[in-house]
């Protein structure tokens, strides 16, 4: 960059919304990934470095490794795609833009366990499924302060600037995390 132009940074106080979603409707697709957990294991047993310290983690383009990822995924994104137009008060087609899943991992987490503070940009929404979730499991906490507790198939959905974390857990649980990002569909 030229040193002759300095950048400032000015702080916006903005609230971020937090989508929690009921998926039990979606027995077929959580099965499925739940699986896709376990056969992507098998065939990548060491666990992929992140900010998320779990007794395992998959690669982060998972989906790629095992199909048994894409309904699940197909369901997050049309639940996003509503979520954006609450956000942005239209719906992202009529702005000719779709969203893709980009990465996709799994995540097994056993006692003490847990994530560092961290957030997903620059995707636009990052996601966490919950495939198991003990009672009393670390919930996952927004900007160090608001958390959400994990229910076996929950959806929690979230722009991808927001910062969180899940404490050392003290019980075990299972989830499938996704970064979604817009993407310009251009007619033909």
């Known amino acids: 960059m030229d040193d002759k132009i300095t950048v400032q940074t000015v702080s916006v106080a903005m609230p971020l919304p937090v989508f929690v979603c009921n998926l039990g409707s979606l027995t077929g697709p959580l099965q499925l990934a739940r699986q896709a957990i376990d056969e992507v294991r098998a065939q990548h047993p060491d666990s992929t470095p992140s900010n998320v310290q779990a007794n395992y983690m998959s690669p982060w383009q998972s989906h790629s490794l095992s199909a048994k990822f894409s309904p699940l995924c197909h369901s997050v994104i049309l639940i996003a795609q509503t979520c954006a137009r609450q956000i942005g008060g239209a719906r992202l087609a009529d702005l000719n833009m779709d969203l893709v899943v980009s990465d996709c991992w799994g995540a097994i987490y056993g006692h003490g366990d847990f994530a560092k503070p961290h957030n997903h940009f620059p995707a636009d929404f990052g ?60 007619p033909a």
């Open 127 to 186: 996601a966490v499924v919950y495939l198991e979730a003990e009672p009393h499991c670390a919930p996952i906490v927004f900007g160090g302060q608001v958390p959400v507790q994990p229910v076996p198939g929950t959806l929690v959905l979230f722009p991808g600037i927001l910062t969180h974390e899940v404490p050392p857990t003290p019980g075990r649980r299972v989830v499938v995390a996704m970064n979604l990002h817009k993407k310009a569909m251009f």
